[in-house]
C-alpha cells in the first residue's frame, strides 16, 4: 500500500464542533496554567500557582493546580493550558467533576499565550493521560470536553491516554495526540451502578485523534451511541503478534458508529506487521 504522509492533515480549532471550545464563545469562567521546561517553546513564560488564575496574563502554573481546580469548578468552566508549555500530570491524577453536564460542558483546551511570537504555537504537551474514572460505584458524570492537547505515555510501556470508566457520558475527545502508552484509549464499563443509572458509558465522541506507539491496544472497549471518527492510528499494538491491534472493539454495545479513521502499521514486530489493524 502506498506511504502514508509523516502527519495527518492539521486539525481547524473549530474541527472538534463545539463552542465552548472556542475562547471567544466559552460562556463559564476560564482558567489559565502555564509551565515551562527546558523543551518548552523558546520565550515560555511560566505562571505561578497563586491567584484566581482567570487571566491569561498572569495564568497558574502546573497541572496538579489545573487539576484541583478542574474538580471544583463549575459547569461549563474551563481548564486552559499554554501551548508551547509542557505539563507533567502527577500519579493518579483523575479529571473528576459531578457538576459538569451534557449541555454545560467543563472543557480542558488549549489557549495561545501573550508571551507567543508565533500565529500558532505547538499543543500543550502534557506528560500523562487523561483519566475521567471515579471509582468505587458506578456514579454518571458527563460534560466533559477535552481538546487540542499532546499527550505522551511513560517510557516503561504503562499507562492509559483517555480512560473512560464507571459511567462517562455526553463527551468530547477531539484534536489529541497520544503516543506512547499502554493502551491509547480504553472505555471500560465499570463497576455495578450507585443508583438510577445505567453503569455503562455511552455518547462518548473520539474526533480527529492521532494514536501512535501504543504498546498494546491503540483502541481498546465499546460504548454505546458513540463515535471514532477522522482519527488516525499509526504502530499500535507491538507486543503480542495477532493478539495486540490498532483499534480492538470488545464488549457488547450498540448504535456504535466508527467512520473515516485511518489504520497503519499495526502489531509491527521486527520490521514486519503481525496483526490485522
Request: hydrophobic content about 30%; aromatic content about 10%; proline content about 6%.
Amino acid at each position: 500500500p502506498p506511504t502514508p504522509p509523516e502527519q495527518p492533515m492539521p486539525t481547524p480549532e473549530n474541527a472538534c464542533g463545539l463552542e465552548s471550545l472556542s475562547e471567544a464563545a466559552t460562556k463559564g469562567t476560564v482558567y489559565y496554567f502555564c509551565n515551562c521546561a527546558q523543551d518548552s517553546t523558546s520565550g515560555c513564560q511560566a505562571g505561578e500557582d497563586i491567584g484566581n488564575y482567570t487571566s491569561p496574563n498572569n495564568p497558574g502554573k502546573t497541572i496538579a493546580e489545573a487539576v484541583r481546580k478542574f474538580k471544583a469548578m463549575q459547569a461549563g468552566d474551563t481548564i486552559a493550558l499554554c501551548r508551547g508549555g509542557i505539563f507533567k500530570l502527577p500519579e493518579n491524577a483523575a479529571w473528576v467533576n459531578s457538576k459538569c453536564d451534557k449541555d454545560k460542558r467543563c472543557t480542558v483546551r488549549a489557549y495561545d499565550p501573550p508571551w507567543s511570537k508565533k500565529e500558532k504555537e505547538a499543543k500543550p504537551y502534557i506528560f500523562g493521560g487523561i483519566d475521567v474514572a471515579d471509582g468505587g460505584s458506578a456514579n454518571q458524570e458527563q460534560g466533559y470536553n477535552f481538546a487540542h492537547l499532546r499527550l505522551e505515555g511513560p517510557d516503561d510501556e504503562t499507562g492509559k491516554g483517555i480512560f473512560a470508566y464507571n459511567d462517562i457520558d455526553h463527551s468530547l475527545f477531539c484534536d489529541l495526540e497520544i503516543n506512547n502508552f499502554r493502551l491509547g484509549v480504553h472505555v471500560a464499563r465499570g463497576h455495578a451502578p450507585a443508583s438510577n443509572n445505567d453503569g455503562k458509558n455511552s455518547y462518548l465522541t473520539f474526533k480527529n485523534l492521532k494514536i501512535t506507539n501504543s504498546f498494546r491496544q491503540g483502541f481498546l472497549g465499546c460504548c454505546d451511541h458513540c463515535v471514532v471518527e477522522n482519527s488516525y492510528f499509526e504502530n499500535n499494538g507491538f507486543n503480542r503478534p495477532t493478539l495486540d491491534h490498532n483499534m480492538y472493539i470488545a464488549g457488547d454495545t450498540s448504535g456504535m458508529r466508527i467512520v473515516g479513521n485511518e489504520l497503519y502499521q499495526s502489531t509491527k514486530i521486527n520490521g514486519r506487521c503481525n496483526g490485522a489493524s
